[in-house]
């Protein structure tokens, strides 16, 4: 009897294997069939979002000569050395120097080493320096970036006009003794008028007018603080408290005095009007 059903096993194990050959070919055929039966739809183009790349593209081409491309490997390069550039034409073209230098000042002279933190100086520079060059951006953005991005002007012309803002700023701000200085070291000039100065000479005349004005405007700030430190020692001096630093005494003073004149808001309604042209 187990022979016999061992036979019949033996019998019908090449029928199922058939059946599963057939049953796996129908089934990898049957995608096959149902995808040449079904009509296939032309592909629709979706219509193309305008990119920020495809403006960064036409510059790069621009400047390259506008007949091909630049290379890839050359535009990351291009791109890595603006990005490089930008925070020190932030900090070198701006009111940022001469706003950070003089905060920072101020806060020595209240005798706090970090109050306010470096952050919050940063962050009220920066800040206060867009409040001051707003005209400015203005300015630049109607004249040198909206066209540009209505394709009406090149990118060449975009930064001619861009510079010539930023040239009108910078010469305002700018001393004529400083300026004389560096074109006597660059041997250039005398110019005939202020829009003939080039950018290499006015930037570093700039910087240096800027870090002038902010330590004059440091100085005018230290004095009253001086002038407590100066009591303050001298009335431990005479209650012969000499072991006691005047610095813990006077710091309380500084900062009432600070308060009751409403310091931050001198201190910034003075930078901002010091930009005033």
Known sequence: ??????????????????????????????????????????????????????????????????EQPLALSLQVLILMALLTVLPSLLLMMTSFTRIIIVLSILRQALGLQQTPPNQVLVGLSFFLTLFVMAPTISTLNAQAVAPYSASQIGATEAIERGGNVMHGFMIKQTRKTDIAMFSKIANTGPYANANDVPF?????????????????????????????????????????????????????????LFVLVDGWALTMGSLASSFAS
């Open 200 to 256: 290499s000479v006015l930037l570093p005349s700039f910087v240096t007018s800027e870090l002038k004005t902010a330590f004059q405007i440091g100085f005018l700030i230290f004095l009253p603080f001086i002038v407590i430190d100066l009591v303050v020692a001298s009335v431990l001096m005479a209650l012969g408290m000499m072991m006691l630093s005047p610095t813990i005494i006077s710091l309380p003073f500084k900062l009432l």
């Open 1 to 66: 009897m187990f022979a016999r059903s061992s036979v019949q096993r033996q019998a019908r194990r090449p029928w199922l294997a058939l059946l599963a050959v057939l049953l796996i070919a129908l089934l990898c055929a049957a995608p096959a069939f149902a995808q040449a039966a079904a009509p296939v739809a032309p592909p629709v183009a979706a219509p193309a979002a305008p990119n920020v790349g495809d403006g960064l593209d036409r510059a790069l081409n621009e400047l390259g000569g506008g």
